[in-house]
């Protein structure tokens, strides 16, 4: 069975410029998140989906990011423009989450390591 | 935010020796989690343990939770060096269901050979 599937692995941009990454969840996840992990940090979360709805984003800074999730499987993050600060690994996760249960563990991407110049 | 915070930052042990590392966290929880991150690689799930559950085993792996003092800690027995890497803790306290994961800044381990 394939495992998340994230692309691109790494991205360099100038600051200013738009950038997105790709994220494919394993085969039949209904839920997706979007977390950002700084150097020597645990993953912050940005966004969670539920099939095409994002049931959670307090966290997505939105005047410059943006997600969508089409047809309830893949899913793209993009930043517009980049900022300096941006400097981070994006990590995408699914899980498969039952309604009402509150045990599900995450499966994670490799990650794309963005650096803005 | 972080709501997870585990001690030791940094672990060095030798092969074959026991690794002990805790979690504290600040809220009420439905379960906690453990993670293993290898360099440049995505997280990887180790264990997870219910609010209501106050140890797990599973393999050469051994977590305990208080949820009295809001914490918990991952055993990690007879370490090879191949468990060299980032572990975390996480924790679930979404009330809504589903997972809302919330990481510790994570102990860096070496095991060396």
């Known amino acids: 069975e394939a495992g998340v599937v994230q692309s691109p692995r790494y991205k360099i941009i100038e600051k200013k410029q738009p950038v997105a990454f790709w994220c494919n969840p394993i085969s039949g996840h209904n839920t997706l998140y979007w977390y950002r992990q700084n150097l020597g940090q645990g993953p912050e979360l940005l966004i969670r989906y539920e099939n095409e709805e994002a049931v959670d984003d307090s966290q997505l800074p939105k005047d410059r990011f943006s997600a969508e999730r089409l047809k309830g499987v893949d899913s793209t993050l993009k930043i517009q423009p980049a900022e300096l600060g941006d400097s981070a690994v994006y990590l995408c996760a699914s899980s498969l989450v039952w309604w009402g249960s509150t045990n599900e563990k995450l499966f994670f991407g490799s990650g794309t390591q963005l650096s803005v110049l | 935010s972080q709501q997870g915070e585990e001690d030791p930052q940094a672990l060095s042990i030798q092969e074959g020796e026991n690794a002990t590392m805790n979690c504290s966290y600040k809220t009420s929880i439905n379960n906690l989690q453990w993670y293993r991150q290898n360099s440049g690689r995505g997280l990887v799930h180790l264990i997870l343990?219910?609010?209501?559950?106050r140890e797990k085993h599973s393999g050469r792996l051994r977590v305990t939770l208080d949820t009295s003092k809001k914490s918990s800690s991952l055993l990690i027995t007879a370490s090879r060096a191949a468990d060299t890497a980032s572990y975390f803790c996480a924790t679930d306290a979404s009330p809504e269901g589903g997972s809302r994961l919330t990481f510790g800044e994570g102990t860096q381990l070496t095991v060396n050979p």
């Open positions: 343990i219910r609010s209501n559950e």
